[in-house]
């Protein structure tokens, strides 16, 4: 009897010590989505409930703070959180200030912990030699496109606006450069015109007020074939009102979304029903334009950057836990799974190169435009 007992208690033994080394299935792991609140950064936030709905009990959601550069212990802390609740991985998007930081803090308990980050807030030798991947819009080569984009809708002549503060930005003034030389390649006239600072005296209201009132001036000048562009999130609705009015041209905002600028300027609510249903708000506007008689007049992104990012993210983090992949760094898979997110619409996926360095782990994403 006690020799039975002995080798029944060795039996438990040996099966609970190989379950506790058995590998993962799918089922089993959990991926931690760290991203904006709605108020900061609703694009991302809605794309974490997507993907929560999509794979229930897989996905835990957390969010840093809307100040976020003054407080970084708390992004530091969410972060933690996410990995003592059990994610076997986390993306997080907008990587704000704080997180290599919070990198960091995670692989003091759990080293070699797994992060898949996108939108940088912090310096790519800061960021890239800490996490497995980077993702984030490619600015700089973005002037090109917009420039192609221009002649694409018929464009004669490129308006960019923008003022000083920004133009003493690197990665504004590099894209800027890029942008003037394609259009003069293309033989496209590139007009430079300065608006006010939103951050100046006459404020964001100010500076609308001057797009809606100057655009149409330069329409008048330089002929309706004309494209236009600004630096600043703020003059965007007005941008696009004034566009809307004249029959110009608006390739993309300073930041292709179809969320950006366009409900806020054509006057569409966004049920709650329907909120990061990006086909709906893509379907919107078409009806919009369409009424306005100026279809192929504008356009944007297919989805926000941010949104494929966590929700391509999510895919690729699932098939890395699953040993589908065995690294962070596959330019077709990454290429693939946000071409789904995006609809179909072309993702090009290649790796940062920034002052002679090359970033094998930041890669830098290019969408092509829907057109409205």
């Known amino acids: 009897m006690k020799k039975f007992a002995l080798s029944l208690m060795i039996a438990i033994l040996l099966i609970t010590s190989l379950s506790a080394?058995?590998?993962?299935?799918?089922?089993?792991?959990?991926?931690?989505?760290?991203?904006?609140?709605?108020?900061?950064?609703?694009?991302?936030?809605?794309?974490?409930e997507a993907m929560a709905k999509k794979y229930p009990g897989k996905i835990i959601t957390a969010t840093y703070p809307d100040n976020f550069n003054n407080e970084v212990e708390t992004t530091v802390a969410r972060a933690v959180e996410l990995a003592n609740q059990g994610a076997d991985l986390i993306v997080f998007v907008q990587a704000v200030?704080?997180?290599?930081?919070?990198?960091?803090?995670?692989?003091?308990?759990?080293?070699?912990?797994p992060f898949i980050v996108g939108v940088a807030g912090e310096d790519p030798d800061v960021i890239a030699s800490r996490v497995d991947v980077v993702l984030g819009v490619a600015e700089i080569a973005m002037g090109e496109r917009m420039a192609l984009q221009a002649q694409k809708m018929g464009a004669k002549t490129f308006v960019h606006y923008s003022f000083p503060r920004h133009m003493s930005y690197a990665t504004i003034v590099a894209r800027y450069e890029v942008l003037k030389a394609k259009c003069e390649e293309l033989g496209i006239e590139f007009i430079d015109a300065t608006a006010p600072d939103p951050t100046g005296d006459a404020g964001v209201t100010g500076a609308q007020q001057f797009i809606l009132e100057d655009l149409p001036r330069l329409v008048e000048e330089y002929g309706v074939e004309t494209?236009?562009?600004?630096?600043?999130c703020g003059m965007q609705p007005a941008m696009i009102q004034a566009i809307l009015a004249t029959g110009a041209y608006y390739p993309q905002q300073c930041c292709p979304?179809?969320?950006?600028?366009?409900?806020?300027?054509?006057?569409?609510?966004?049920?709650?029903?329907?909120?990061?249903?990006v086909a709906y708000i893509l379907e919107q506007i078409s009806a919009k334009v369409d009424e306005a008689g100026l279809k192929?007049?504008?356009?944007?992104?297919?989805?926000?950057v941010n949104m494929m990012i966590v929700q391509a993210g999510v895919e690729y983090g699932f098939k890395y836990l699953n040993g589908e992949v065995d690294n962070f760094?596959?330019?077709?898979?990454?290429?693939?799974?946000?071409?789904?997110?995006?609809?179909?619409?072309?993702?090009?996926?290649f790796e940062l190169e920034l002052d002679g360095v090359v970033y094998d782990n930041y890669l830098q994403v290019l969408a092509d435009y829907y057109t409205f």
């Open 21 to 48: 080394f058995a590998p993962k299935s799918q089922d089993d792991f959990v991926i931690g989505v760290l991203t904006g609140t709605v108020s900061q950064g609703e694009e991302e936030f809605r794309a974490g």
């Open 329 to 349: 760094l596959d330019h077709d898979l990454w290429k693939e799974l946000m071409m789904d997110v995006a609809g179909g619409y072309n993702v090009d996926v």
């Open 97 to 113: 200030p704080g997180t290599a930081a919070a990198i960091d803090k995670v692989r003091e308990t759990y080293p070699d912990f």
């Open 296 to 304: 192929g007049h504008f356009s944007t992104w297919p989805v926000p």
């Open 227 to 232: 494209a236009f562009f600004n630096t600043n």
């Open 257 to 277: 979304s179809p969320y950006h600028g366009y409900p806020e300027a054509l006057g569409i609510e966004i049920p709650e029903d329907k909120q990061g249903d």
